[in-house]
């Protein structure tokens, strides 16, 4: 029997004497099993490199306290949905390569099918939690950042990522079925076919929309105020005329009216915006470009019902970003970037603003080497 690779059917079914059954014609069947070796090939890839840049990020901010801020706790709440990611590829992989269906036992294709469902949603609520506290801590005045992000609103904000996907997208599917082992594709993942299935694939993109919006609002709003800024600071000739006025009116009135001024150019100063949070919010705004060129495509295809190799492809560029985040702040975040440097070449007394358990170790380093450098003579 021919078959004609683009087949639109879900469950394309053949008519096969195998036991006197039916079973599901794979897409790997229908369009060679090189296929096989590449995407679990990919997977892999995907899983090694996400696995250790992810740890590096989780290593690198336990290691420096300039790390310790409120946009590094999202950040690594973000690299922990990347690592967790990059944690179920290689079961992927091996259900990939197995013909004989789903080599584990099926509560485990059950748990890696409803943490595909967590991981890309809790993703974009981090996204979004990222380009708001840039946004109101670049354009907005540093007490309102202050009583936003206490420990304690960001530790909700935080458990609102995982929260939101496992209540309204995990647990009535759980109940409702259409979770497991799809032989179609050799994956665990959810039931594009399930009566259900649009009303939970339109939560997940309600979430994407309004998310987007928020991610865009914020980042356009950021550009245009340090545009602003800097069209400002431009006028450089022009302050300096206006801070040698300022300079002589000090000079000329009562201390009182003096410590007023002086307070009014104290709060000028804290407005300025420091050159090192803009390119951390360059280099964020490139991990949620990232995010989305990655994200788009598979969300395009997925109402098309098109279920061939392409989407499978398109999975894959879907999770590639577990592994593209750590190479971009290793590249472009000014922190991350020197110190990863630092534990490249092992120089971990390099790093800047060292951790109380960092500052021990090489404590304790350096009083062993010290003590084999000795003889012996005064023990």
């Not at 082992?181 to 694939?201: D, G, M, P």
């Not at 307070?263 to 420091?274: D, Q």
């Not at 894959?316 to 534990?343: E, T």
């Amino acid at each position: 029997m021919e078959i004609t690779p683009g087949l639109e059917s879900y469950e394309l079914m053949e008519n096969m004497s195998e036991n006197g059954t039916q079973r599901v014609l794979s897409i790997y069947e229908e369009y060679g099993y090189f296929n096989v070796i590449i995407v679990s090939t990919l997977f892999s890839v995907i899983a090694i490199v996400g696995l250790t840049g992810n740890a590096m990020i989780f290593v690198a901010v336990g290691l420096s306290c300039k790390l310790h801020n409120i946009t590094n706790a999202f950040i690594v709440n973000l690299s922990i949905c990347d690592f967790l990611t990059c944690v179920l590829l290689p079961f992927q992989a091996a259900a990939v390569i197995s013909e004989d269906g789903w080599p584990l036992a099926d509560w485990f294709c059950y748990v890696i099918a409803s943490l595909t469902i967590i991981f890309p949603t809790a993703s974009i609520l981090n996204l979004t939690l990222i380009s708001l506290n840039r946004y109101i801590l670049i354009t907005k005045p540093r007490k309102l950042y202050m009583k936003v992000y206490t420990h304690h609103k960001v530790a909700w904000m935080i458990a609102l990522t995982w929260l939101f996907p496992f209540f309204f997208l995990l647990m009535p599917q759980f109940f409702l079925g259409g979770m497991g082992y799809r032989q179609k594709f050799r994956v665990c993942i959810w039931n594009s076919e399930h009566k259900l299935a649009q009303i939970f694939q339109g939560i997940g993109a309600l979430a994407f929309i309004l998310s987007t919006v928020i991610i865009i609002f914020s980042y356009v709003s950021i550009f245009c105020f340090v545009r602003r800024h800097m069209r400002m600071m431009a006028n450089k000739e022009e302050s300096n005329d206006i801070t040698t006025s300022v300079n002589t009116i000090e000079s000329t009135l009562n201390n009182k009216e003096g410590n007023r001024i002086k307070s009014y150019r104290s709060a000028i100063k804290k407005k300025t915006i420091s050159n090192k949070q803009i390119e951390i919010t360059k280099n964020l705004c490139v991990v949620v470009v990232t995010f989305f060129i990655c994200t788009l495509p598979y969300s395009i295809h997925l109402p098309t019902k098109i279920y061939d190799m392409r989407g499978t492809y398109l999975g894959i560029l879907l999770n590639s970003h577990a592994c593209i985040n750590p190479i971009i702040y290793a590249a472009k975040h000014p922190h991350f970037k020197i110190i990863f440097h630092c534990m490249f070449r092992c120089k971990y007394s390099d790093i800047p603003a060292p951790s109380v358990g960092l500052r021990k170790t090489l404590n304790v380093t350096s009083l062993a080497t010290v003590n084999s450098s000795t003889d012996g003579r005064f023990a």
